[in-house]
């Protein structure tokens, strides 16, 4: 994730569906635990280093957006893409970039962001 924003110059936009800010500290040691059994030390201290930078990035927190609405939360979200990809080169992209697009007609673009 953070080596995509960094050599490919690609954007993360954080969703924290089902998860408050203040629950941050009591996951991110749940998931360390849980990793340090499975992946090398390592490893672990990259993902550690890409959770601590993408928590303070911030991002959506579906409990925010519409009272918790799901539909509304991709809304948002989509929107907030479309608004990315004016801002870069879109050659490549495979949605369309007009005042009409919807998220529900939208086609996949092939690799323009990660959402998290």
């Given at each position: ?7 490919k110059g690609?954007?993360i936009l ?7 800010p ?7 040691r ?8 499975k992946v090398p ?6 993902l ?7 928590w ?5 927190v579906?409990?925010n ?7 509304e939360?991709?809304?948002?979200v989509?929107?907030?893409?479309i608004?990315l990809m004016?801002?870069?080169s ?5 949605i ?7 998220p529900?007609?939208?086609?996949v673009?092939k ?6």
């Amino acid at each position: 994730m953070f080596k995509c924003v960094e050599k490919k110059g690609q954007n993360i936009l954080p969703i924290f569906y089902g998860v408050k800010p203040s629950q941050e500290k009591k996951l991110r040691r749940f998931w360390m635990d849980m990793l340090r059994h499975k992946v090398p030390q390592e490893t672990c201290q990259r993902l550690l280093e890409s959770v601590n930078w993408v928590w303070s990035i911030g991002g959506f927190v579906s409990e925010n957006i519409g009272n918790g609405d799901k539909g509304e939360l991709v809304e948002v979200v989509f929107q907030q893409v479309i608004k990315l990809m004016r801002t870069r080169s879109c050659r490549s992209w495979s949605i369309p970039i007009d005042s009409e697009t919807n998220p529900a007609t939208a086609k996949v673009a092939k690799e323009p962001l990660i959402v998290f």
